[in-house]
């Protein structure tokens, strides 16, 4: 029995499967979770003294790599000045100054804990504001685990197959209308449906908590046109894209790529708090502005804009600049086309889909030409990922315990631990193949 064994046996007599969340209990791949007692830049180290090349970034914030220096030195500054005051501090405003500057349709912020906080808070103002109940989702798209965003939502479901979660009563899933994702007729039909009904559609920028899938061009502007043409707001998830995919997220991306439109809500998570729990909904000020104090919109919380955690935040986004933006995307095209070249080498079909940086594998001849939606990507060959998975784990590679998940790379996978992962593909390839 390995130490990572006994430590998942202790751990499921004190919690629920023995996890915090989840998908880290290894569902859907089988086998001993590992657990980590320390990390630094692309690598973390389990009990048993095993290192492993990370694939997973702590889902996202880790986008520097982990324990960056000088992220480790400014939470360490803001810590020996005191953990929380409850009380507003200068790096707060510095904090959503820099959200503000780097993303143009953003006027005023709120820090909140978590992606789910965020994602919460703005459905909730989309209500306040449009008087309406309805919100619009996509089938596969996971925001969050509050009650009435659970429909349909991707990953962790998916990786359990579960439709929804117990739990939610009727008359709250009632205010969630899902539709299929990429599918304009769908969208059209939805308002013919519910007219003066809906107070918001709600998207991940790129889809990547059912595997990768991005928004075919122009996706994403025909949701803001649409809602604006039906006085409706279009909230754009950036939990998992923003500050990841570049500066101003895929959002940014994807405006300088010609595709320009304005979400009314933003929200971001995971980077913004650089591997400390901030997350924040964003928009235009006339929206965020129906928020208490101001508006009747309530929302708050103990721990909101903590100093410590804003800290991590602030010295992670000050550190994101272009040519960490650059060596994520040349650290993607890299990885990506090993896969890819491992896979075809032992005739396994698949298909790679990408997001700037962001990329998963989606494994069968059934998905093979391509997957633009949650009903097609949940036919993919699960077990294929079980086996490389595994192989990649034993060659000391941590990918994420679920093929529906995106693989995570930081600024800090240098050529050394690029080499490590690609080392490892030709035999976890012949795994997936058999
Ligand atoms: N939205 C998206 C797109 C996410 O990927 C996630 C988490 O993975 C969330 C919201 C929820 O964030 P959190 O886990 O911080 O509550």
Not at 80 to 106: D, H, K, M, N, Y
Request: glycine share 10%; net charge negative; charged share 15%.
């Amino acid at each position: 029995m390995t130490h990572n064994d006994e430590l998942f046996a202790r751990a499921q007599t004190a919690m629920p499967g023995g996890v915090n969340s989840p998908v880290r209990a290894f569902g859907s791949v089988g086998g001993t979770p590992r657990f980590f007692v320390s990390a630094r830049g692309p690598y973390v180290t389990d009990a048993d003294g095993r290192e492993y090349v990370d694939l997973v970034a702590s889902w996202g914030p880790a986008i520097l790599g982990h324990a960056h220096p000088e992220v480790v030195a400014a939470v360490q500054d803001a810590a020996a000045r005191g953990l929380s005051f409850g009380a507003s501090t200068p790096a707060e405003t510095e904090l959503a100054e820099q959200i503000t500057s780097r993303v143009g349709a953003v006027e005023r912020v709120r820090l909140v804990s978590t992606g789910t906080e965020a994602t919460m808070t703005a459905v909730r103002l989309a209500r306040g504001f449009t008087g309406r109940d309805l919100v619009v989702k996509f089938s596969g798209h996971y925001h969050g685990h509050s009650d009435g965003l659970l429909a349909q939502a991707g990953s962790g479901l998916a990786t359990l197959a579960l439709p929804g979660s117990a739990g939610v009563p009727e008359a709250v899933a009632a205010q969630t209308v899902v539709i299929p994702y990429n599918d304009p007729d769908a969208l059209a039909e939805v308002f013919a449906q519910h007219p003066g009904r809906i107070a918001a559609v709600i998207t991940e920028a790129a889809a990547a908590n059912m595997g990768v899938v991005s928004p075919h061009r122009g996706f994403n502007a025909l949701l803001a046109r649409t809602c604006h043409d039906n006085g409706a707001l279009l909230i754009l998830d950036e939990v998992l894209t923003g500050f990841r995919l570049g500066a101003a997220g895929l959002w940014g991306l994807q405006v300088a790529a010609g595709e320009v439109y304005s979400p009314d809500l933003f929200t971001f998570g995971k980077v913004v708090g650089g591997g400390l729990p901030v997350a924040a909904v964003a928009g235009r000020a006339e929206v965020m502005e129906m928020l208490a104090p101001l508006g009747p919109v309530y929302q708050a919380g103990t721990l909101s804009g903590n100093p410590v955690a804003v800290a991590a935040g602030l010295a992670t986004l000050r550190l994101a600049d272009a040519a960490v933006y650059a060596r994520l995307d040349r650290a993607a095209d890299e990885l990506s086309t090993a896969v890819e070249d491992a896979l075809a080498r032992e005739g396994v079909a698949h298909v790679i889909q990408r997001a700037g940086n962001l990329f998963s594998v989606f494994w069968g001849e059934d998905v093979a030409a391509g997957v633009s939606d949650y009903e097609t990507a949940v036919r993919q060959e699960s077990f294929r990922y079980r086996a490389f998975f595994h192989a990649m784990l034993d060659a000391g590679v941590s990918l994420p315990p679920s093929a529906f998940e995106a693989w995570f790379l930081t600024a800090a996978h240098d050529d050394a631990a690029l080499e490590r992962i690609i080392a490892a593909l030709p035999t976890a390839a012949r795994a997936a193949a058999a």
